[in-house]
């Protein structure tokens, strides 16, 4: 195991003692998350346990009241303003709700990240776009608005803005709530296949039985503001702990 002993660069994330509170709400308390170079984590837990907090201090949206997050072996509290940019140019977020902007076609927005982070060429930009696009198998949404839009080419689409950097991670928060069975089923497959084809790190918040299933090399349960359980998915599913069997168990996938 690399977890205590290998080089922090096989580690591609590691919060070590993360504790986080709102007032006198503590959300995280005391947590520990490492996430391996390439492999595909999954974060599974409550609602308002503290999943998409936990995100949004792996790409450095919010700080750690105590303990430290470090990727790629960098603590990401001691970055510069411009180290950090740099840094997360790297790093893909699925938002939970695809949070594309109404006003922009489906294009625009994937557009949107290599518009504020490169200086390539209006052309350059158009092919990127196109081929992530066709990636993510709606390449005849680029002119259409996000209201012309279903739910699944939606979120499609913001998986489509969140690749368009090439990212060496990415974060999806949430990918299939909403969806049915069948498109759900389908953006899993997308899931697999990208960590299979690009070798990304992805870490993965879901409530779904079925991604974790599909997608994941590790999976935990984030409860009481600390990452437990965290085993391969076969072992989680069916582990005899009887906190993960009823938090499974409530579930209806
Ligand atoms: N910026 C914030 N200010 C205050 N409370 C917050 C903030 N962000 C999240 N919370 C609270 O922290 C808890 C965990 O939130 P969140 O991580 O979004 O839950 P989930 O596990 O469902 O993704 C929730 O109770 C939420 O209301
Ligand atoms: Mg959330």
């Not at 595909?40 to 998409?52: A, E, N, Y």
């Not at 927005?109 to 198998?137: D, F, G, M």
């Not at 870490?203 to 600390?226: M, Y």
């Not at 437990?228 to 209806?252: D, H, I, T």
Request: proline share 4%; net charge positive; with cysteine.
């Amino acid at each position: 195991m690399s977890t205590t002993t290998g080089k922090s660069t096989d580690i591609a994330i590691r919060c070590q003692g993360v504790s986080k509170a709102f007032g006198k709400r503590v959300i995280l308390k005391d947590m520990n998350l490492e996430v391996r170079r390439g492999e595909t984590f999954c974060i599974m837990g409550p609602s308002g346990c503290g999943k998409s907090v936990t995100l949004k201090h792996v790409i450095g949206l919010m700080q750690p009241d105590q303990g430290t997050v470090e990727v790629w072996g960098r603590d990401m509290r001691s970055l510069a303003r411009e180290q950090l940019r740099e840094l997360r140019s790297k790093i893909g977020y699925v938002f939970q709700e695809a949070a594309l902007l109404n006003w922009l076609s489906a294009g625009d927005n994937v557009a949107l990240p290599l518009r504020e982070t490169t200086r390539l060429s209006e052309r350059e930009i158009q092919e990127r776009v196109r081929a992530k696009l066709e990636l993510v198998r709606v390449p005849d949404a680029m002119e259409k608005l996000p209201n012309e839009l279903s739910g699944g080419m939606k979120k499609r689409v913001g998986l489509a803005r969140a690749l368009v950097t090439d990212p060496e991670l990415i974060l999806y928060d949430e990918p299939t709530a909403g969806l049915d069975p069948e498109i759900a089923s389908s953006i899993n497959e997308l899931i697999r296949e990208l960590a299979d084809s690009l070798h990304v790190t992805s870490l993965v918040v879901t409530h779904h039985v079925g991604t974790v299933k599909k997608v994941a090399s590790r999976v935990g349960l984030l409860d009481n503001g600390r990452l437990n359980y965290v085993s391969g998915p076969e072992e989680f599913l069916n582990s005899k702990e009887p906190r993960l069997v009823r938090f499974l168990g409530a579930k209806l996938d």
